[in-house]
C-alpha cells in the first residue's frame, strides 16, 4: 500500500528526457532502499510549474520542490517519509495566494467518477435546495451572495432567475452557455473537463429556482472530451435519481440534453446561442424581450455561464453571507482567469475580486517570459480593451475594468510585452470580429470591416493623421447602434489603444515606423558591418536575392528587393541583422 | 441529378431525432463526423427526410465555420490563431506550412494528404504556438520544427 506519491515533471521547455531519467533515477533509488511499496512514483505531464527545472511534488503533504539535482533524490525520499518534514532551500513558495471555489474540485476528484464528486460533498447542495429551502430562499440566499454573471456582462444571477421564476408559463427552460469562443481562454473547458458534475447540479439548482423542467448545454464542438465528460456526467446524474422525474424524491421533474455549437463565436451571445439550439443560424435578436422573459422557443429561459453554475453549489452549501465576504464591494466572490501571451507561467489563475492585474501577472504568473518590461495586458478577448503597465495596480472587478475601458469578459487575459505593437493587436482582434460578425445588423457589419481597412492602412504606413478621429467615430457609432454585445464590444480593443498608446498609432502614421518591429511594411533590415563575419548564410536564405555582395567585400540589404520575411533576420547566428 | 442511395446510417439517424426540435445542427454533426464534411447528395436527402427546404440547410452549414461542404484531407491540420498563439508567433507557422504544402487555408494538398485549416483557440494557450494534426497536439511549435512535424505524415504513406 502506498503511502506517499510523488509526481514528477521537467518544467524546462524540451528537457522532457530529462523527467524520464530522474524518474528512473528515482524508482531505481526506491528499489534499492526497498522502499517501491510505499512510494508511488507518477510522471505527470503539467505539474503546475514552470521553467522551474526538474520539479517534484509530494502527495498528500502538497510539497513542491524545484530545481531538483540528480543528488537530492535520498534527501526527497527521507523528507517524504518523515513525519512534515520539508528541505527549505528545494521547497517552492509561490508568491501570492489563489482562492479556489470554482476550481475546487479540478485536478483533485476524477472528473469521470459521480462517487468522486459526491465524497467531495456533491449534491448536498441540491438535497438542501430541495428539502430544505425551496424555490423563494434560494433566490433570496443567490441574492445575498452577490454573484454576478461570469460571462461578461456581470448581470446579476439572482435577478435573471427572479425575473423568469415571475413569468407565468408552462415550460422554461435552462442552459448553460459553455460555447467558449474568446480566444486565449479556456477556464470553462477545465471546468467541464476537470469537474462536470458541479456544473450539471448547479444546472439543476438554476432550473429548480426558476420551475423549469427542461434543460441543455450548449457546448462548443470544438471541445470534444468536455463534450464526453458532460454525457457521461449527465447519464451517471440520470442513474443515481439526480435528473429525470421526482428528483430526490422531490415532486421536481428535469431533463438535461446536450447541442454542439459548430464553431460561431456569436452564439456565445445569449439570443443568437438560443437561436443556434434551434437549430437555425446564430443570429442575435433585439433585446428586450430578454430571453428570461422569451427565450428558447418563445418561452423563459435563464441562461447562465459554465463559471457562474459552477459556484452556485458551493454558495448554497457554504451560505450566501459566506461568499459576500469574498471579492469586493460590488463583485463578490472570485474569478477564474486563462493567463496567456508573453507570461512565464501562463495557466488559469482563480484569484477572489479585488487582487490587482499586477499581482496575478507578476507575483501568480512570474512576469514576462522574455525578462522584458510589460507593456500592456488585455481582458475580455475580442471585446476587451487593453490596459498599460500604469494602470496594473487596479484592483480587479467588473466596474473597474469597465472604467479603464476594457471589461471582465469571460476571463481571457493576455500579457504583453515590448515587441506587441499596439496598433497590430487591435487589428488581430478587429479581424476576428470581422469575420465572426453574423452580418444581421449594418454597424457591425459595415463598421467592423471599414475600421479594419483604417487599421490595415496605418499599420501598412499609408495612414493620415484624420485617420484616428474616423476611427473614433465609427467606434462610437458601433457602441450605440449594433444590435448585440459583439458589436457593441468590437471597438473595445481599437478605443483603449487608442486611448492609452496614441503615441504609438503617430509613430506609424507621422514616421511611418513600427516601435515593436510587428508591421512588416515598416520594418527595414540592414546588416551590422561590425557584427557581420561574413558567413553568407543570409545571403544563400534570402528568398529573393535581396542581399549583395560577397564573403570579400561584406554584406549588404538591397531595400527595394527586400519583401520583409525575415529569414536572414531568423537564420544569422551572430545577430549582425538589424531589424528597425 | 442522380438521386443518392438511401444511407441507412442516416435514416436511424434522422429518426433518432425527428420528433426533438431544433434537431438540424446536431444531425449535421453527425454527418460530418461520419464523412468528414457534408456532402451535397446527403442534404438533399436530409431536406427530403425532415420535409425542411434544402435553402435551410445550406444556410444553417454555410453560417457555421465547423461545417465543410467539401472533402477535407486524410490529415486535417488545424492551425490555431488564437491571441496567445498569435502573440507567439503563429502567424510565421502558418507561412511556414503555406510555403511547405504550397496550398492556402481551407485548402487540400493536390495529394489530398493534408487539410490546412486556421482555427480560433484550441484551448490550449499555455503551449502556444499550438498546431493540431489529426488528434495530435503540437506544443510550443518552431517555425524550424514544421517541416519535420509534417515529414512525419508523408513518410507514413
Redesign the interface.
Known amino acids: 500500500m502506498y503511502t506517499k506519491v510523488i509526481l514528477v515533471k521537467d518544467t524546462d ?1 524540451k528537457r522532457e528526457d530529462k523527467t524520464r531519467e530522474f524518474y528512473t533515477r528515482l524508482l531505481d533509488y526506491l528499489r534499492e532502499a526497498s522502499l517501491h511499496e510505499q512510494i508511488q512514483v507518477v510522471r505527470v505531464a ?1 505539474i503546475g510549474v514552470y521553467e522551474q527545472g526538474l520539479v517534484v511534488k509530494v502527495l498528500p503533504d502538497k510539497v513542491t520542490y524545484i530545481n531538483v539535482q540528480d543528488e537530492d533524490v535520498k534527501k526527497i525520499v527521507d523528507a517524504a517519509l518523515s513525519d512534515g518534514k520539508i528541505i527549505e532551500d528545494l521547497v517552492f513558495k509561490p508568491k501570492a495566494k489563489q482562492c479556489r471555489i470554482v476550481l475546487r474540485n479540478c485536478g483533485k476528484i476524477d472528473p469521470e467518477s459521480i462517487e468522486d464528486y459526491i465524497s467531495s460533498g456533491g449534491y448536498l447542495a441540491l438535497k438542501k435546495v430541495l428539502g430544505e429551502l425551496g424555490q423563494q430562499k434560494l433566490i433570496d440566499e443567490i441574492k445575498i451572495s452577490g454573484i454576478r454573471g461570469r460571462g461578461g456582462a456581470g448581470y446579476p444571477t439572482w435577478m435573471k432567475w427572479n425575473f423568469a421564476r415571475e413569468m407565468n408559463s408552462a415550460e422554461k427552460f435552462v442552459i448553460c452557455n459553455a460555447d ?7 477556464m470553462d ?1 477545465s471546468v467541464l473537463e476537470g469537474d462536470p458534475h458541479s456544473v450539471i447540479e448547479g444546472l439543476i439548482i438554476a432550473a429548480f429556482a426558476i420551475g423549469a423542467s427542461k434543460g441543455y448545454f450548449y457546448i462548443r ?3 470534444p472530451l468536455a463534450v464526453e465528460r458532460i454525457q457521461k456526467a449527465i447519464k451517471q446524474a440520470y442513474d443515481y435519481g439526480l435528473l429525470g422525474n421526482n428528483i430526490l424524491g422531490s415532486p421536481f421533474n428535469l431533463d438535461i440534453d446536450i ?7 456569436v452564439c456565445g451571445e445569449e439570443t443568437a446561442l438560443i437561436s ?7 443570429t442575435p435578436h433585439p433585446r428586450p424581450p430578454y430571453p428570461s422573459v422569451k427565450g428558447l ?1 418563445g418561452k423563459p429561459t435563464v441562461i447562465n455561464n459554465v463559471e457562474t453554475l459552477a459556484n452556485i453549489p458551493v454558495i448554497i452549501a457554504k451560505g450566501g453571507k459566506w461568499f459576500a465576504q469574498i471579492g469586493t464591494q460590488t463583485s463578490k466572490g472570485t474569478k477564474v482567469f ?1 493567463v ?3 507570461v512565464k507561467n ?2 488559469l489563475v482563480e484569484i477572489a475580486m479585488g487582487a490587482t492585474l499586477r499581482e496575478i501577472v507578476m507575483d501568480i504568473c512570474g512576469g514576462t517570459l522574455s525578462g522584458k518590461p510589460i507593456k500592456a495586458v ?1 481582458t475580455g ?1 475580442p471585446s476587451g480593451g487593453v490596459i498599460p503597465e500604469n494602470l496594473l495596480d487596479t484592483p480587479v472587478d467588473y466596474e473597474n475594468l469597465q472604467k479603464l475601458g476594457s471589461i471582465m469578459g469571460s476571463g ?1 487575459m ?1 500579457v ?1 510585452d515590448e515587441d ?1 505593437c499596439m496598433v497590430d493587436i487591435p487589428k ?2 478587429l479581424g ?1 470580429c470581422v469575420e465572426e460578425s ?1 452580418g444581421k445588423c449594418a454597424p457591425c457589419r459595415i463598421g467592423g470591416f471599414q475600421m479594419l481597412g483604417y487599421l490595415k492602412k496605418i499599420s501598412e504606413g499609408r495612414g493620415i493623421p484624420e485617420d484616428l478621429g474616423q476611427l473614433r467615430r465609427i467606434a462610437q457609432s458601433m457602441q450605440k447602434a449594433s444590435l448585440c454585445g459583439l458589436g457593441q464590444t468590437a471597438s473595445n480593443p481599437v478605443l483603449s489603444t487608442l486611448k492609452y498608446f496614441e503615441d504609438e498609432y503617430n509613430e506609424h502614421i507621422l514616421n511611418k515606423r513600427c516601435p515593436a518591429g510587428k508591421c512588416s511594411s515598416l520594418i527595414t533590415y540592414s546588416i551590422i558591418e561590425d557584427k557581420c563575419k561574413r558567413c553568407g548564410i543570409c545571403f544563400t536564405n534570402c528568398p529573393v536575392k535581396a542581399i549583395s555582395g560577397g564573403k570579400e567585400e561584406g554584406y549588404s540589404v538591397i531595400q527595394d528587393k527586400c519583401i520583409k520575411c525575415g529569414r536572414c533576420f ?1 537564420v544569422c547566428k551572430f545577430k549582425a541583422i538589424n531589424k528597425k | 441529378m442522380e438521386h443518392a442511395k438511401l444511407n441507412p446510417e442516416l435514416v436511424s439517424l434522422v429518426q433518432q431525432w425527428k420528433g426533438k426540435e431544433g434537431n438540424l445542427i446536431m444531425i449535421l454533426h453527425e454527418i460530418q463526423n461520419h464523412h468528414g464534411y457534408v456532402p451535397r447528395e446527403l442534404s438533399l436527402e436530409l431536406s427530403r427526410m425532415l420535409d425542411v427546404p434544402l435553402a435551410r440547410i445550406y444556410e444553417v452549414v454555410t453560417f457555421y465555420n465547423f461545417f465543410k461542404l467539401t472533402p477535407p484531407g486524410k490529415h486535417r491540420i488545424a492551425l490555431c490563431m488564437g491571441t496567445a498563439c498569435y502573440l507567439r508567433g503563429a502567424a510565421v507557422i502558418l507561412e511556414e506550412i503555406k510555403n511547405i504544402l504550397g496550398i492556402k487555408e481551407g485548402q487540400t494538398t493536390k495529394d489530398g494528404l493534408f487539410y490546412l485549416d486556421v482555427v480560433r483557440c484550441l484551448g490550449c494557450c499555455g503551449l502556444a504556438p499550438v498546431v493540431m494534426i489529426d488528434n495530435k497536439v503540437y506544443g510550443k511549435v518552431k517555425k524550424s520544427e514544421v517541416a519535420d512535424i509534417l515529414s512525419k505524415y508523408i513518410k507514413e504513406e
Open positions: 521547455l503539467d467558449e469562443g474568446d480566444p486565449g481562454a479556456y473547458r464542438a470544438e471541445y447541442r454542439l455549437g459548430a464553431g460561431a463565436f443556434s439550439i434551434e437549430g437555425k443560424r446564430g422557443w486563462a496567456t501571451g508573453k501562463s495557466g488585455q478577448g481571457g493576455i504583453m506587441d488581430f482582434y476576428f453574423c531568423d
